[in-house]
């Protein structure tokens, strides 16, 4: 066994920083994610699952985040501009098997202001880099077999497709879920690292939260 876990400390990137998910972020959080449109795609378990208030939002969040051994859940910050600070999402590098070298990012979301932008493929690439520099061989992704937007974003930065899972999960409208299961493994991180890297260089200025995609 080569993985271990990483130091519980934020990450910080050109556009975004990942900061361990904190009880004090949740108010912040429930601003950017309690919308339809963040719930529509399977987050949360899908439309049912969007909380009805702020204090139902707090309950989710600290259940859908909560940490372990096992678990890092960061939130998502904007790094420089006139926004440096603002919460856009929330996210976390998951299900950590130190045997098996394996990981899960999941669990994501973002303010619908800040998609397409550049703040999923530099989370991505900061989390990626912190498995496989910790020892990692394989990170798994997957989205509701249902949600075009979330699987084309998950190509997108390059990890390949291993196939559906399903009835995989419960929704939170009680129906099942098809699961479509995606990876990076080490030997691939390179050209993955690479094509993040080149997407990034292409953003100018820092994201600001009027961005539209």
């Given amino acids: ?35 339809r449109e963040v ?12 909380p009805a208030d702020a204090e139902a939002f707090g309950r989710f969040a600290l259940g859908y985040y909560s940490g372990g051994p ?16 603002a919460v856009v999402g929330a996210t976390k590098l998951g299900d950590l098997d130190l045997p098996g070298e394996s990981a899960h990012i999941g669990w994501t979301a973002y303010n619908p202001r800040v998609w397409g932008t550049a703040v999923n493929p530099e989370a991505k690439l900061l989390l990626l880099s912190l498995a496989f520099e910790h020892g990692f061989g394989r990170v798994k992704l997957q ?16 990890a ?43 953003w100018g200025e820092p994201v600001p939260l009027t961005a539209a995609e």
């Fill in 143 to 158: 989205a509701d077999a249902r949600n075009a937007r979330s699987r084309a974003a998950i190509l997108r930065m390059g």
């Fill in 39 to 50: 719930f529509a795609g399977g987050y949360g378990g899908g439309p049912a699952g969007l």
């Fill in 1 to 35: 066994m080569t993985a271990s876990r990483p130091a519980d400390r934020p990450l910080v990137g050109r556009f975004i920083s990942l900061t361990p998910f904190d009880e004090a972020d949740v108010p912040e959080l429930e601003r950017a994610l309690r919308q």
């Fill in 160 to 202: 390949q497709f291993e196939g559906v899972l399903g009835r995989h999960k419960r929704r939170a409208d009680g129906s099942w879920r098809d699961s479509a299961v995606y990876s990076v493994i080490v030997d691939e991180w390179p050209a993955v690292r690479a094509g993040l890297e080149a997407r990034l260089a292409a």
């Fill in 70 to 85: 096992d678990a890092m859940p960061f939130t998502v910050r904007l790094e420089g501009g006139p926004d440096h600070g």
